[in-house]
């Protein structure tokens, strides 16, 4: 099945640790971005990857990045340095062009304690 | 930052009542999307509109798109239980900076 998958669905981590979330899609879709969810806040974008070895920054970058090294694959590593990191962070996948919808995963919930 | 706003943040209606979601922006936009996201769930892309003036409908969704594509709504007629969710509008930026940016949703719930 074609798909964008994220991994994992829920994750624990104690304060001051790195953590990196999984994102991986089959869609052989160009653009791919990370998304940070908070209540009320709608979706944010931190950042997004038009093509292999290229990504930009989104409007809440810092404390968080990014690598794009395979055209399926656009992990996100939550630093220390991010300071509300608990959230529920969605990817999504498109192709590029500026006319077309977005694909979402089901989404991870990170919770730091 | 965003440039998109969106109104309301919530509504509560009963079921069988309209409801209608608008999206605002200070520049003029390429296109607009929507998205529905279920609690608990994930944002599922609804329609997009590129022309001024444009209506799309789908079943008792209406989205329409702005004569000088600054806005856009989001109507349903006659709710059901199935419609509770938050509704998103979104804007890319096209061209070479492909940037796809939402506004903060509107939360429906409604009362059976």
């Known amino acids: 099945d074609g798909g964008i998958t994220q991994s994992p669905k829920y994750l624990f981590r104690k304060e001051g640790q790195n953590v990196t979330l999984s994102c991986e899609q089959n869609?052989?879709?160009?653009?791919m971005y990370w998304y940070r969810q908070d209540p009320g806040q709608g979706l944010r974008l931190i950042y997004y990857?038009?093509?292999?070895?290229?990504?930009q920054k989104g409007d809440i970058a810092e404390g968080y990045s990014v690598s794009r090294e395979k055209k399926e694959s656009f992990p996100l590593t939550v630093t220390s340095a991010q300071k509300n990191p608990t959230a529920f962070y969605l990817c999504?996948?498109?192709?590029?062009?500026?006319?077309?919808?977005?694909?979402f995963g089901q989404g991870t919930r990170l919770t730091v304690v | 930052g965003q440039q998109v706003m969106q109104i309301p943040q919530y509504q509560h209606v009963q079921e069988g009542e309209d409801f209608t979601t608008y999206c605002n922006s200070s520049t003029t936009l390429s296109n607009i999307q929507w998205y529905k996201q279920r609690p608990g769930g994930h944002p599922v892309f609804l329609i997009q509109l590129v022309k001024s003036g444009e209506v799309k409908k789908q079943k008792r969704l209406t989205f329409q798109f702005g004569e000088a594509k600054k806005n856009s709504s989001l109507h349903i007629t006659a709710t059901q239980t199935t419609d509770v969710g938050t509704y998103f509008c979104?804007?890319?930026?096209?061209?070479?900076?492909?940037?796809?940016?939402f506004g903060k949703g509107t939360l429906l719930t409604v009362n059976p």
């Open positions: 869609l052989n879709h160009d653009a």
């Open positions: 979104a804007e890319n930026s096209g061209g070479s900076n492909y940037k796809l940016t």
């Open positions: 990857s038009q093509i292999v070895n290229d990504f």
């Open positions: 999504a996948s498109s192709w590029d062009r500026g006319d077309t919808e977005a694909f």
